[in-house]
């Protein structure tokens, strides 16, 4: 094996400031994260049944890739998008929550007015844009250039901007706006979809009202916020007792100092083509002929801080408790 293979590090999720006018995101911005079957209160045996589902589905979709793009990167982006963060938005604030992902760049969550049947079904109310003062629609020409950023976009005949963001497990179509955002701590000013149609695999959101993007574009909370760097650490997946796994963004970003050894490997530089220029690459050494391809999942993430440092270019990660943090 001695051709060179790239792996894009899978998971949960270059950069300008773009829309970050008012941000308070300066300190850095947290999350809470929260399992997905964590919140859908799936026993132990549960557990194990879904994570061995979820790694034969894995398993089919690389091979689905492999055969799409030669053997020698396999980007892959499907059902792994399993943590979910709580925010608000709009002001007054609405409540939203959203998976987050590292391997695509749009904001979007549901919204009431245009959704009426087309959309998944959510735990939360879908977001109101009508009841928020803060909400601003985004031009097809906007001079931020918000609107092109996005993949496929079109213009609409009132020029608004129309957007479509596909993924493994289908795609949604909304109209691009800026709105107020509010985590765990810090906010900002964001572009984000106002999704309309839904045609995701039923169940792949997982009640969730949408998602954020970590990626390497310019729409994501990373990119948007001019964050160089962001890191998580997630807790047991079996035994948590209970507590939270976290997602820092910015400043707050950082390997918490646990103590241990801290690992770091530098990126491999991303293709320019969308959406290849979306995904964080690994080196991948120390794969096996025997049969068993050694890969990060969140299996082995669990009580790992992991810092994705695009300043510095470099991943690095360190054991941690997370619950700690
Ligand atoms: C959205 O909010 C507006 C203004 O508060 C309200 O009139 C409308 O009924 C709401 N729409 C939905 C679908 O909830």
């Known amino acids: 094996m001695a051709r060179t293979l790239v792996l894009l590090l899978v998971l949960l999720c270059s950069s300008a400031s773009l829309v970050t006018s008012s941000t308070s995101a300066g300190a850095g911005l947290r999350m809470k994260l929260t399992h997905v079957d964590d919140k859908a209160g799936y026993t132990t045996e549960e557990r194990v049944r ?7 589905e894995r398993l089919a979709s690389m091979q689905q890739q492999r055969g799409a793009v030669g053997d020698v ?9 399993q ?13 939203a929550d959203a998976l987050i992902d590292t391997g695509s760049n749009l904001i979007w969550t549901q919204c009431a007015t245009t959704c009426l049947k087309a959309c998944a079904k959510q735990d939360l109310p879908y977001y109101n844009l009508s009841s928020s ?9 906007d001079s931020a250039k918000l609107c092109a950023a996005n993949g496929v976009h079109l213009c609409g005949l009132d020029g ?20 107020a955002f509010t985590f765990q701590s810090g906010a900002a000013r964001l572009a984000f979809g106002c999704v309309s149609l839904t045609q995701i695999a039923k169940g792949a959101l997982n009640g969730a009202s949408g998602l954020i993007g970590l990626g390497r574009g310019r729409l994501s909370l990373v ?25 820092f963004v910015g400043a707050s970003a950082s390997l918490s100092g646990a103590g241990g050894a801290v690992t770091s490997i530098p990126f491999v530089k991303s293709p320019k083509e ?14 096996s002929e025997g049969g068993y391809e050694s890969v990060i999942g969140n299996f082995q993430q669990q009580d790992l801080h992991l810092l994705y440092d695009i300043g510095k270019g470099e991943l690095s990660f360190q054991t941690a408790d997370c619950s700690a943090l």
Do not use: M, W
């Open 274 to 287: 969308y959406p290849y220029s979306t995904f964080y690459y690994l080196p991948l050494t120390g794969i």
């Open 133 to 141: 003062a803060s909400f601003a629609p985004v031009s097809c020409a």
């Open 83 to 95: 943590y979910i963060a709580e925010y608000l938005i709009g002001d007054p604030p609405q409540r």
């Open 73 to 81: 990167s396999a980007p892959v982006h499907l059902a792994t998008r």
């Open 50 to 56: 879904r994570a061995v589902a979820l790694s034969r």
């Open 223 to 247: 990119s948007q916020t001019g964050a160089t760097k962001f890191s998580y650490c997630l807790t047991p997946y079996l035994r948590n007792h209970g507590a939270s796994s976290h997602l």
């Open 160 to 179: 608004s901007c129309t957007f479509i963001a596909s993924y493994g497990a289908g795609s949604v179509i909304g109209s691009l706006g800026t709105e």
